[in-house]
């Protein structure tokens, strides 16, 4: 039985070529699906604070920010292990 707790590398050891070829493309969609957000966001704050000055909204791209990178991290992540694979 699998650990819940084990680190996501080893997860990814354990997938063949193909289970992480999908990972990646899905890891992939949800990051530029999350740029794409963050860009809508950072572009209504700056409409907002400039129509009605700094408010509530204003930082809620800084907010956002660590999950951009967690999100980051993880796709590039499986693209290490996609890569270390095609060179053994």
């Avoid at 509530?56 to 660590?66: D, E, Q, R, S, V």
Wanted: aromatic share 10%; with cysteine; proline share 5%.
């Amino acid at each position: 039985m699998k650990n819940a707790n084990q680190p996501e590398d080893n997860k990814l050891s354990e997938l063949s070529i193909e289970e992480l070829t999908k990972e990646e493309k899905k890891r992939y969609a949800a990051h530029i699906s999350f740029c794409i957000i963050m860009g809508i966001l950072v572009a209504a704050c700056i409409y907002v604070t400039i129509k009605k000055g700094f408010n509530g909204i204003t930082p809620l791209p800084l907010a956002f920010f660590p999950l951009y990178l967690i999100i980051r991290n993880s796709w590039q992540n499986v693209r290490k292990e996609i890569r270390s694979r095609k060179l053994n």
